[in-house]
């Protein structure tokens, strides 16, 4: 992936460009904005300062969240599909990041493609941060280490183990591995490789990881065992029923059940990005167990947002 140019901006795009100290910070102002939840006192952190974002795609929590992060800091979001901007009718996403830095304070977007995420940032004159990509998802791994981090203490040594579809999210997962000093084993079948690049990459620098194709190997002594949707969107096997069945029948060994969590350790906990599908990716049993911190992690992105918006302003809290 190319690097951002402007390097005077704070963009967030992705955890590997991000310094580890940086990182630790973002977390520990999310962390601290939870512990004191005063919204009179956080809405003079960024007062009248205006948040957009775009989406190509659907979203729940990302939308919900920053639309709440910016009103609790005191600010206020403009929110647009691609399809209602003229960015949607062909305007170009120069245009577009030259047009919106003259009015508002930064941009979030959800992209198709992770190309046109890095083409608004070297156009935009405001932070661009990244609500998800078909490249990488970085707001939803921080506040998923987040919450690894309330229930161990620290993250660094504990055995992360991400079981199913290689995808977006797995990738951010990849770029924090050496930054937060955990190990990160991946359990997908031999056919899908779409985080091969990524893995390659962060070894080079040192990150601990391997790549398993039998689920029950990998999840031996995990501390954390992650799953994500096996169709994410824009996916082409989501809407066409050979291709969708195909996938289900490589993915399903790698199912998150009781019977694969038995192998982790006793004290080890669940996690999902969510929307979870109950019945392919994991279980009901296992995703409603008391092992589940999903909607903890749901809730962090709220904290985590806010930080985010806090750190790509320089502002201090
Ligand atoms: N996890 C996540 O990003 O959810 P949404 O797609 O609902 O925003
Ligand atoms: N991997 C999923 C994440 C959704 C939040 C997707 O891209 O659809």
């Not at 979030?108 to 609500?131: D, T, Y």
């Amino acid at each position: 992936m190319k690097k951002i140019i402007n390097k005077k901006i704070r963009h967030f795009i992705d955890l590997n460009e991000i310094e580890k100290s940086q990182l630790q910070e973002i977390i520990k102002i999310a962390r601290k904005l939870k512990k004191n939840h005063d919204v009179n006192k956080h809405s003079k952190l960024l007062p009248h300062k205006n948040l957009m974002m775009i989406f190509e795609k659907t979203s729940t929590r990302t939308r919900t969240s920053f639309e709440v992060a910016i009103s609790h800091l005191g600010g206020n979001a403009v929110v647009m599909n691609k399809n209602d901007m003229q960015l949607g009718k062909g305007e170009t996403i120069a245009d577009t990041a030259k047009v919106l830095s003259r009015y508002v304070d930064f941009v979030m977007i959800r992209a198709n493609s992770h190309e046109a995420i890095l083409e608004l940032a070297k156009n935009s004159q405001v932070p661009v941060i990244n609500g998800l990509s078909d490249f990488s998802h970085p707001c939803q791994v921080l506040a998923s280490l987040m919450t690894i981090e309330e229930v161990f203490g620290k993250i660094a040594g504990k055995k992360l183990v991400w079981c199913g579809d290689q995808n977006n999210v797995l990738n951010s997962y990849i770029h924090a591995t050496k930054e937060f000093g955990y190990e990160l084993a991946i359990a997908s079948p031999e056919e899908i490789d779409f985080s091969v690049g990524e893995i390659a990459k962060a070894r080079k620098k040192g990150a601990k990881i391997s790549l398993h194709h039998d689920a029950k190997k990998a999840v031996k002594d995990a501390d954390v065992i992650i799953t994500d949707t096996w169709f994410s969107m824009g996916d082409e096997s989501e809407n066409n029923d050979a291709l969708r069945q195909k996938k289900i029948n490589l993915l399903s060994p790698f199912q998150v059940n009781e019977a694969l969590m038995k192998h982790a350790k006793k004290s080890a906990i669940f996690t999902h990005c969510l929307p979870v599908y109950r019945g392919n990716e994991a279980t009901a049993e296992v995703v409603d167990s008391s092992r589940s911190v999903i909607f903890d992690e749901a809730e962090n992105r709220l904290h985590i947002q806010k930080a985010i918006l806090l750190w790509v302003s320089n502002s201090k809290f």
